[in-house]
């Protein structure tokens, strides 16, 4: 069994820099995709980044150039660095997980088997 927590979220004005990181524990076999998404209140989700196991990274045009997704096979972890951070930034941040017999390709990172519980980012004026 597969379990995410996420840490690092916090409150900061806009230009601003935070680093959200995903810790996992037990392991599922597989082809695999780890990814964030978030929500905002009253917004459906929105996949922000997602790595796949052939080294494929992907973004959202929304954070390209801003957010960097890297993962840390050593400690098992996933990070999401961000910078410049803006006021539609502010959402509920999870981290997910995807271990299947295929690619990953057609799922949306939102849509993942796994996640954690979430961490709020909040980006003010």
């Known amino acids: 069994q597969v379990q995410l927590a996420e840490s690092g979220g916090g409150a900061v004005q806009a230009g601003g820099s935070l680093r959200l990181s995903c810790a996992q524990s037990?392991?599922?076999?597989?082809?695999?995709?780890l990814g964030w998404f978030r929500q905002a209140p009253g917004n459906e989700p929105e996949d922000v980044a997602r790595?796949?196991?052939?080294?494929?990274?992907t973004y959202a045009d929304s954070v390209k150039g801003r957010f960097t997704i890297a993962k840390d096979n050593a400690k098992n972890a996933l990070a999401l660095q961000m910078v410049n951070l803006k006021p539609e930034d502010t959402a509920a941040y999870y981290c997910?997980?995807?271990?299947?017999?295929?690619?990953?390709?057609?799922?949306?990172?939102?849509?993942?088997?796994?996640r954690g519980q979430g961490t709020q980012v909040t980006v003010s004026v």
């Open positions: 997910a997980a995807y271990y299947g017999g295929s690619s990953c390709l057609n799922v949306r990172t939102s849509s993942f088997p796994y």
């Open positions: 790595f796949e196991v052939d080294g494929t990274i």
């Open positions: 037990g392991y599922a076999y597989g082809y695999y995709c």
